[in-house]
């Protein structure tokens, strides 16, 4: 199981992103391996937001479409965020101060934490502080 944070999906449907082809290589060895993917449906609105205004309004609806197709086929689990998982990141939130997370990364390491994903792909170096892996 890996976690798929904002910054993979962005440099997978972006090739002006920094990480474009980087993303693409890591993603098709995750295909490969038939891995199973999570997301949350927070990383999926950051995601579409920033594509949105980074990108172009074309580029956010082609990575809904790939989401709801990924989901159908069931290569891709969006996690929705609870009432349970929603005040464990807040705790999260308040208890890392000196790092810049936002509620988002929150929320990603309370599912990780909860599926028991111990790997992510991301570009997002805040995760090791919660004992997950980066994909490279």
């Known amino acids: 199981m890996t976690f798929v944070d904002t910054g993979a999906w962005i440099a997978l449907f972006s ?3 920094q990480y474009h082809e980087e993303a693409r290589a890591i993603y098709n060895t995750l295909k490969q391996q038939r891995e199973r993917l999570y997301s949350t ?5 950051e995601t579409v937001t920033r594509l949105r205004y980074d990108v172009n309004h074309s ?7 790939a989401m709801e197709g990924a989901e159908e086929k069931g290569t ?15 705790r999260l ?9 936002s509620f988002t990364d929150c929320t990603s390491f ?8 111990s ?4 570009f997002d170096r805040h995760f090791p502080i ?5 994909l490279q």
């Open 76 to 90: 891709v689990t969006v996690v929705a965020i609870d009432r349970s998982s929603f005040q464990e990141a807040k």
């Open 110 to 117: 309370v599912v990780c934490q909860s599926y028991g994903i």
């Open 15 to 17: 090739v002006r992103d």
């Open 41 to 45: 449906d927070y990383v999926i609105d």
């Open 59 to 65: 580029a956010a609806v082609d990575f809904l479409d």
């Open 93 to 101: 939130f308040r208890q890392y101060s000196s790092e810049r997370l």
């Open 130 to 134: 919660m004992g997950i892996t980066l």
């Open 119 to 122: 790997a992510a792909f991301a």
